[in-house]
């Protein structure tokens, strides 16, 4: 069992006799008090998709749900439901929309590295790989000769997504994406 500071983001844990998604922690440090931090944790019930925000101390103790994770792929999207085809056994997961909002805006047809996060056989949610290769859809012209200065510029993703690039980056190249800080990181 561990404490509620050793829960990560993206674990389950098992709250009030049923299976709770951690989406978001929130960490704070009250002035004052001779204790430690304290935990406010956004959750998603597994089954019902329900919201749940709860605070925790650092010392409370919490129970880890079942939790599976399986390679899959980006099959293809129905209205709100996109469907996600297992790299192993072909199995497809269907997770709506709104539980996967955030990650949309790193997925494309060839994303490699996606893991369908199971809670009870139940698809609930996706874990992204650190980095993805995106394709830039519109960004102003590239500077001649602006590699040599820092300053960048938005770029617009295929996906949605706007991240700043280098002056010398043009509409069309792939570049890679830092997931975590939604950052530049080179030329794919």
Known sequence: MPKASEIKKNSAVEY?????????????????????????????DVV??????????????????????RPATFSYSDGDEFVFMDSEDFTQYSLNRDAIAEELL??????????????????????????VDLEIEETDPSVKGGSATARTKPAKLTTGLVVQVPEHISTGDRIRINVEERRFLGRA
């Open 16 to 44: 009030e006799g049923r299976a709770y998604f951690v989406k978001d922690i929130e960490r704070s440090v009250p002035q004052g008090r001779a204790g430690g931090s304290l935990y406010r944790m956004r959750m998603y």
């Open 48 to 69: 019902t998709g329900s919201k749940l925000d709860e605070t925790f101390k650092d010392s409370d103790m919490l129970n880890m749900a079942d939790l599976v994770r």
């Open 106 to 131: 790193f997925i494309s047809e060839d994303t490699q590295g996606l893991m369908v996060i199971l809670v009870s056989d139940a698809p609930v949610a996706l874990d992204l790989p650190p980095t």
